[in-house]
């Protein structure tokens, strides 16, 4: 079975430029989840969907970052303009069900200078 | 809501020595529980997890973890450390389609 897919893996903006992360959770995975995870930190929720739509966004800065998950598989995140504090790891995961683990990607590593 | 205590974010074991990681978890419905490790510029990888059978749960490379309901806990243990245990582990608890992370704990293996 194919993992969650992440791209890109590495990136690094300058403040005030965009940015955007995308996620493919593994095939038939309902839930979706964006985490930021901050140097020597536990990851924080920024979002959840649940096929395509959304669980809790209350975490997530919505002046700066969006996400989307158009037709209950994939998801982009944005983030725009960034901000020196949004260098950060952002880990994508999905879960079958409710109970299950959740499957995370590699993640994608910002570097915003 | 759920939310994850792990204290101590640097935990040094010599190796060979028992490797002990607390966890203690809040929710308000019945928890399932899980324990991840990541190792550097790598994704979270599930080392074991606890969904409402046996309370002793056993996991890879050897580690193992015991849900007590009346103490809140989820503690992490492996008798013998081994260098390759060297990385950074998380306590997690989900339930009500939530899934919330503690701080995490990184493990340095003395020789």
């Known amino acids: 079975e194919a993992g969650v897919a992440q791209s890109p893996r590495y990136k690094i903006i300058e403040k005030r430029q965009s940015v955007a992360f995308w996620c493919n959770p593994i095939?038939?995975?309902?839930?979706l989840y964006w985490y930021q995870q901050i140097l020597g930190q536990g990851p924080k929720l920024l979002i959840q969907?649940?096929?395509?739509?959304?669980?809790?966004d209350s975490q997530l800065p919505k002046d700066r970052f969006s996400a989307e998950r158009l037709k209950g598989v994939d998801s982009t995140l944005k983030i725009q303009p960034a901000k020196l504090e949004d260098s950060a790891v952002y880990l994508c995961?999905?879960?079958?069900?409710?109970?299950?683990?959740?499957?995370f990607g590699q993640g994608t590593r910002l570097t915003v200078v | 809501a759920q939310s994850v205590t792990q204290l101590g974010s640097h935990v040094s074991v010599s190796e060979g020595a028992l490797v002990l990681l607390r966890c203690n978890y809040s929710?308000?419905?019945?928890?399932?529980l899980f324990w991840y490790v990541q190792y550097p510029n790598q994704g979270l990888q599930l080392l074991l997890k606890?969904?409402?059978?046996?309370?002793l749960v056993k996991g890879i490379n050897g580690f193992e973890a015991e849900f007590k309901k009346s103490e809140t806990s989820f503690h992490l243990t492996k008798p013998s450390a081994h260098m390759s245990d060297a990385a950074e582990y998380f306590c997690?608890?989900?339930?009500?389609?939530?899934?919330?992370f503690g701080k995490g704990n990184q493990v340095v293996v003395i020789p």
């Open positions: 995961a999905s879960t079958l069900r409710d109970s299950g683990e959740a499957f």
């Open positions: 095939s038939g995975h309902a839930t």
């Open positions: 969907f649940q096929n395509n739509g959304v669980v809790d």
């Open positions: 929710s308000s419905v019945p928890p399932y």
């Open positions: 606890y969904t409402s059978a046996a309370t």
């Open positions: 997690a608890v989900g339930g009500n389609n939530r899934l919330a």
